[in-house]
């Protein structure tokens, strides 16, 4: 059974170019982005991990950690990060976990049991290998996005996700299509009506089922 939304994520014990951590004890009680790589020194992901460098202010200003999943060793994850640098023009100052053993893509069904890496290997062994996890301070899985090889991800849907997460969760609200920090939320269908107008105020109903308010403060 593979990791779905809300489901723990696993304890892994993984050996990164910081040094070791066991998953759970690197979230503590903190948001973490855990986003993944089929190969180092390639195209796409050195653009990818440039972009996640350049937004460290913004990780930090939500509390939210951030550490990189990519399918070879640490050594190897040292050399790339001077390429990451001179390519995205920021140092990637958080951790890459060395997954040349498939452990980490394994548990997060990313990869099947029984995957392998052949010799003379290419990015397209493990090209499924290209996901973003956002993980809460409760160490649940809340959400996931995969990406192929061809298509650089946008981070900046990364923290609008993120900052929706932290409001739902933090708020008792939901959010509607394309929302940003600031603009209206939606009212769960469990809330009635007295209740809504006793935990927000006034709210706008568009549908029996549809109901807008202003974001709680």
């Known amino acids: ?14 050996e990164t170019d910081q ?11 903190k948001w973490t982005i855990l986003f ?11 653009t990818e991990f440039g972009a996640v460098a350049r937004l460290a202010d913004e990780w930090k200003k939500r509390d939210t950690k951030v550490i990189g999943v990519s399918v070879d060793g640490v050594e190897d994850h040292k050399r790339w990060k001077k390429d990451i640098e001179k390519a995205g023009g920021a140092a990637p100052d958080f951790p890459i976990i060395g997954d040349d053993g498939l452990e980490v893509s394994k548990a997060f069904d990313m990869l099947p049991a029984e995957a392998h890496l052949p010799e003379g290997r290419t990015p397209a062994d493990s090209a499924t290998v290209r996901a973003v996890f956002i993980i809460g301070p409760d160490k649940q899985l809340k959400l996931s996005m995969t990406y192929p090889m061809t298509v650089g991800r946008n981070f900046a849907e990364v923290l609008r996700a993120l900052d929706a997460l ?3 969760v933090g708020k008792g609200v939901a959010t509607p299509a394309d929302w940003q920090p600031g603009q209206d939320v939606v009212i769960p269908a469990t809330v009635s009506d007295e209740d809504a107008k006793a935990k927000f105020g ?9 109901r807008m308010t202003k974001e709680p403060k």
């Open 202 to 210: 006034e709210f706008t109903t568009v549908l029996p089922y549809l």
């Open 36 to 46: 993944s790589h089929p190969k180092d020194f390639t195209p796409v992901c050195t």
């Open 19 to 29: 040094g070791r951590y066991k998953l759970h004890d690197f979230v503590g009680d």
């Open 1 to 14: 059974m593979g990791l779905r939304i809300n489901d723990e994520i696993p304890n892994l014990e993984v």
């Open 166 to 168: 932290k409001t739902s």
